[in-house]
Protein backbone atom coordinates (compact mmCIF):
# COMPACT_ATOMS: atom_id res chain seq x y z
CA UNK A 1 0.00 0.00 0.00
CA UNK A 2 3.02 2.46 0.51
CA UNK A 3 4.71 2.50 -2.60
CA UNK A 4 1.50 2.16 -4.04
CA UNK A 5 0.18 5.13 -3.06
CA UNK A 6 3.25 6.70 -3.18
CA UNK A 7 3.35 6.11 -7.28
CA UNK A 8 -0.46 7.10 -7.74
CA UNK A 9 0.07 9.95 -6.01
CA UNK A 10 3.25 10.87 -8.12
CA UNK A 11 1.03 9.93 -11.21
CA UNK A 12 -1.77 12.31 -9.89
CA UNK A 13 0.85 15.39 -9.74
CA UNK A 14 2.30 14.88 -13.00
CA UNK A 15 1.68 17.86 -15.02
CA UNK A 16 0.00 16.70 -18.44
CA UNK A 17 2.72 15.81 -21.20
CA UNK A 18 5.34 15.03 -18.88
CA UNK A 19 7.07 12.36 -17.10
CA UNK A 20 6.65 11.00 -14.01
CA UNK A 21 10.68 10.02 -13.72
CA UNK A 22 10.78 14.37 -14.39
CA UNK A 23 8.52 15.15 -11.55
CA UNK A 24 10.26 18.43 -9.32
CA UNK A 25 11.30 17.77 -5.53
CA UNK A 26 8.84 19.59 -3.76
CA UNK A 27 6.22 17.58 -5.52
CA UNK A 28 8.17 14.14 -4.72
CA UNK A 29 8.38 15.47 -1.24
CA UNK A 30 4.56 15.89 -0.89
CA UNK A 31 3.49 12.81 -2.72
CA UNK A 32 6.24 10.81 -0.18
CA UNK A 33 4.80 12.65 2.75
CA UNK A 34 1.34 12.12 1.50
CA UNK A 35 1.70 8.43 1.41
CA UNK A 36 3.63 8.03 5.00
CA UNK A 37 0.16 9.61 6.19
CA UNK A 38 -1.76 7.09 4.55
CA UNK A 39 -0.13 4.09 5.48
CA UNK A 40 0.38 4.97 9.19
CA UNK A 41 -3.78 5.47 9.54
CA UNK A 42 -3.97 2.07 8.27
CA UNK A 43 -1.32 1.04 10.25
CA UNK A 44 -1.53 2.29 13.45
CA UNK A 45 -3.72 -0.33 14.78
CA UNK A 46 -2.05 -3.30 14.70
CA UNK A 47 1.12 -1.50 15.59
CA UNK A 48 -0.89 -0.86 19.43
CA UNK A 49 -1.72 -3.90 19.24
CA UNK A 50 1.67 -5.17 18.54
CA UNK A 51 3.56 -2.92 20.65
CA UNK A 52 0.52 -3.86 24.01
CA UNK A 53 1.43 -7.84 23.20
CA UNK A 54 5.00 -7.01 23.10
CA UNK A 55 4.97 -5.02 26.45
CA UNK A 56 2.60 -7.81 28.51
CA UNK A 57 4.27 -10.19 30.47
CA UNK A 58 4.92 -13.33 29.37
CA UNK A 59 1.22 -15.33 29.59
CA UNK A 60 -1.02 -12.63 29.50
CA UNK A 61 -2.28 -13.72 26.28
CA UNK A 62 -2.11 -17.17 25.52
CA UNK A 63 -4.39 -16.36 22.32
CA UNK A 64 -2.09 -13.65 20.97
CA UNK A 65 -3.31 -10.76 18.82
CA UNK A 66 -7.27 -11.64 19.23
CA UNK A 67 -7.14 -11.29 23.50
CA UNK A 68 -4.95 -8.33 23.29
CA UNK A 69 -7.96 -6.91 20.88
CA UNK A 70 -10.63 -7.55 23.35
CA UNK A 71 -9.13 -6.24 26.35
CA UNK A 72 -8.24 -2.90 24.53
CA UNK A 73 -11.57 -2.83 23.36
CA UNK A 74 -13.96 -3.84 26.07
CA UNK A 75 -11.04 -1.51 28.84
CA UNK A 76 -10.44 1.55 26.52
CA UNK A 77 -12.07 1.46 23.48
CA UNK A 78 -12.07 1.66 19.73
CA UNK A 79 -10.43 4.83 19.56
CA UNK A 80 -7.95 3.31 22.00
CA UNK A 81 -6.73 1.63 18.63
CA UNK A 82 -5.37 4.77 17.19
CA UNK A 83 -3.20 5.97 20.54
CA UNK A 84 -0.60 8.24 19.45
CA UNK A 85 -2.19 8.83 15.91
CA UNK A 86 -0.81 12.72 16.38
CA UNK A 87 2.56 12.01 17.37
CA UNK A 88 2.95 9.70 14.58
CA UNK A 89 1.14 12.07 11.92
CA UNK A 90 3.48 14.49 12.77
CA UNK A 91 6.05 12.64 11.92
CA UNK A 92 5.00 10.81 9.48
CA UNK A 93 5.03 13.66 6.53
CA UNK A 94 8.82 14.46 6.83
CA UNK A 95 10.17 11.50 7.92
CA UNK A 96 8.30 9.83 4.70
CA UNK A 97 8.95 12.55 2.54
CA UNK A 98 12.46 12.57 3.18
CA UNK A 99 12.24 8.47 2.82
CA UNK A 100 11.05 9.20 -0.53
CA UNK A 101 13.41 11.74 -1.87
CA UNK A 102 15.95 10.14 -0.49
CA UNK A 103 14.83 6.54 -2.94
CA UNK A 104 14.32 9.10 -6.36
CA UNK A 105 17.93 10.41 -5.96
CA UNK A 106 19.25 6.42 -5.15
CA UNK A 107 17.15 5.46 -8.04
CA UNK A 108 18.13 8.24 -10.64
CA UNK A 109 21.81 7.76 -9.17
CA UNK A 110 21.68 4.37 -9.79
CA UNK A 111 19.70 4.27 -13.06
CA UNK A 112 23.14 6.50 -14.38
CA UNK A 113 25.74 4.37 -13.30
CA UNK A 114 23.95 1.51 -14.75
CA UNK A 115 21.36 2.32 -17.16
CA UNK A 116 20.63 -1.03 -18.43
CA UNK A 117 20.00 -2.99 -15.58
Do not use: H
Amino acid sequence: MYFMTYEWLKNILTPEGKSVSDLSVPRILFAGGLAGIFNWAVAIPPDVLKSRFQTAPEGKYPNGFRDVLRELIREEGIASLYKGFTAVMIRAFPANAACFLGFEVAMKFLNWIAPSL
